[in-house]
């Protein structure tokens, strides 16, 4: 199939996006990559009368140090992200998901912000921001504001961004200390959406005892999720206590409406994200306490 007619605007700039939106209303939609809206509205599950490209728009592409977070313009692609040093050196769990990101091809093309405003609730990038506590820039005709990764995703494929509201850069808090990072998902084939993965961020002091951790989920809701029970129980504990089992059960057991589809039962999801929540902390676990290079 083919898309429908539509306008295709390309504007040079953030500001004159923002009027766009305003002057075209609910009848636009930013494509910033268009890895998924693209293949909607070939298939003809969306309609827009006008499309706003902002992939060329200088001032969205671009990683940034700022003090103890790490700037990612909206419309820098996967490819970048996943390529550049700061990033690694910065914030590793961008750089270990982005190779599960699609195909190469689909990381050369679409962005970063693209894929967090997309809110897919498979989304890597998603449960990176999570996480890691991410906060998304956000700028209209009326200002600009920041949003907390946790207020951010609404339900499936919703944001709270506002009517007339871009997103225009994710930053990322710089852990530091004994940090170790690690992502796991399980996909029938290599660049299919995850049926259920996870995204761990943890923090241990000299006496390898938990001080942060962060878990995001892939694939197990209607949002992007965040395993908050988990993250609250291994707080203040020594990782020698700590069964990897026992953070994949507890991240999973609280959750609420695990889908169940082609995919898989919900039964069957709720199974496979315990355990990639189990190994994704045990190999951040090791990356932290130097197990690794034992």
């Known amino acids: 199939m083919k898309a429908a007619p539509f ?27 268009g890895q998924s809206l693209v293949p909607m509205l070939a298939m003809r599950l969306t309609h827009f009368d006008n499309l706003i490209d902002i992939t060329r728009i200088e001032e969205l592409i671009g990683i940034d140090r700022i003090g103890d977070e790490v700037r990612v313009a909206a419309a820098t692609p996967h490819a970048f992200v996943g390529m550049d040093d700061e990033v690694a050196e910065s914030v590793p769990l961008l750089t ?42 956000a700028v209209s ?23 007339g509201e871009i997103l225009t850069a994710v930053r990322f808090p710089v852990w530091t200390g004994r940090c170790g990072f690690a992502i796991e998902e399980f996909a029938r084939r290599h660049g299919d959406f995850a049926i259920a993965g996870a995204a761990v961020a943890v923090e241990v002091d000299g006496a390898d005892r938990v001080t942060r951790c962060g878990i995001g989920l892939l694939g197990l809701g209607s949002t992007p999720l965040r395993g908050a029970a988990a993250e609250d129980a291994v707080i203040g504990r020594a990782v020698a206590d700590i069964a990897a089992a026992d953070v994949g059960n507890l991240a999973i057991g609280a959750l609420e409406d695990i889908p169940s589809d082609l995919q898989g039962s919900a039964k069957y999801r709720a ?3 315990a355990t990639m929540v189990a190994r994704a ?5 090791d990356d932290a306490t130097g197990a690794d290079d034992a």
């Open 7 to 33: 306008a295709y605007h390309r504007p040079e700039s953030v500001k004159e996006t923002v009027d766009l939106l305003d002057e075209l209303g609910d009848d636009a939609k930013i494509l910033a990559g």
């Open 96 to 137: 270990l998901a982005t190779p599960y990101i699609g195909h190469f091809q689909i990381r050369t093309r679409g962005t970063l912000g693209g894929a967090i405003a997309h809110a897919d609730p498979a989304a890597e990038y998603a449960a990176v921001a999570l996480a890691l506590d991410a906060q998304i820039d």
């Open 141 to 163: 005709s009326r200002g600009t504001r920041q949003i907390a990764a946790a207020d951010f995703f609404t339900g499936l494929w919703e944001t709270s961004l506002q009517a």
């Open 271 to 273: 199974r496979v994200g």
């Open 281 to 285: 902390w045990q190999a951040a676990i």
